[in-house]
């Protein structure tokens, strides 16, 4: 029963590098999301796709990269990290947009 | 413009007391969708409750119930019997068509359940 899982689980990057956060689902949902959740806030949409070939931008897109090759993978980009990208990441999934979103673990970025 | 509000940064309610987390909302699309997910201290995001713009009667799930006050718009999640293990961040989030149906989330609110 593992839903949506993330790896890594945490990780620090230095200014200027870059990392892909990885994100699978098994439950054969079309719609897939990625957040980001500053502290003491609630979450951002960054990037989203609507099934395998398909992505669009959310809130706050910039720096980021996806790609959905797939309908279980949905991985998000990071090019030339900096400070402002540290945060927690969020994956989530859905069957279609007007279902309920269930989300993975987290991924909790640090950029120094 | 869409927006979720949650006025209550952090609450500290008595074990076994039921509790009431604000929410209240703002559209002007007829059809939405409300949502009422907990954060606990691990990080994950889990989802409690769903109520839709045209359900006619209040969701309830387990000892989650949600308050609908269409006029007023407010989603309030009520919790029954609060255990010590409801101590999390709880966050409501509202999906309207507009926005081509992504969630708008609100700030969370922290609720302690103290023993």
């Known amino acids: 029963n593992a839903g949506v899982t993330q790896t890594p689980k945490f990780r620090i990057l230095k200014i200027g590098q870059s990392m892909t956060l990885q994100c699978t689902q098994d439950?054969?949902?079309?719609?897939m999301y990625w957040y980001r959740q500053d502290p003491g806030m609630g979450l951002k949409l960054i990037y989203y796709?609507?099934?395998?070939?398909?992505?669009d931008k959310g809130e706050v897109p910039n720096g980021y990269n996806v790609s959905r090759s797939t309908t279980e993978d949905f991985p998000l980009r990071l090019e030339l990290a900096a400070p402002s990208q540290t945060s927690v990441y969020f994956c989530?999934?859905?069957?279609?947009?007007?279902?309920?979103?269930?989300f993975g673990p987290g991924t909790r970025l640090l950029v120094l | 413009a869409q927006k979720i509000t949650q006025t209550q940064p952090g609450m500290f309610v008595q074990e076994k007391e039921a509790v009431t987390l604000d929410c209240t909302y703002d559209?002007?699309?007829?059809?939405?969708?409300l949502f009422w997910y907990k954060q606990p201290s691990s990080g994950e995001m889990i989802f409690l409750i769903y109520?839709?713009?045209?359900d006619q009667q209040n969701a309830t799930e387990g000892r989650y119930s949600l308050n609908f006050q269409k006029a007023r718009k407010s989603a309030n999640l009520v919790i029954s019997a609060s255990q010590l293990g409801d101590s999390a961040m709880y966050f409501c989030?509202?999906?309207?068509?507009?926005?081509?149906?992504?969630?708008?989330w609100g700030a969370g609110t922290k609720l302690i359940i103290k023993p």
């Open positions: 989530a999934s859905s069957y279609y947009q007007k279902k309920t979103q269930y």
């Open positions: 109520q839709g713009s045209y």
């Open positions: 439950m054969n949902h079309n719609y």
């Open positions: 989030a509202m999906r309207v068509m507009d926005s081509n149906y992504q969630l708008i």
């Open positions: 796709s609507v099934g395998a070939g398909i992505t």
């Open positions: 559209t002007s699309d007829p059809s939405y969708g």
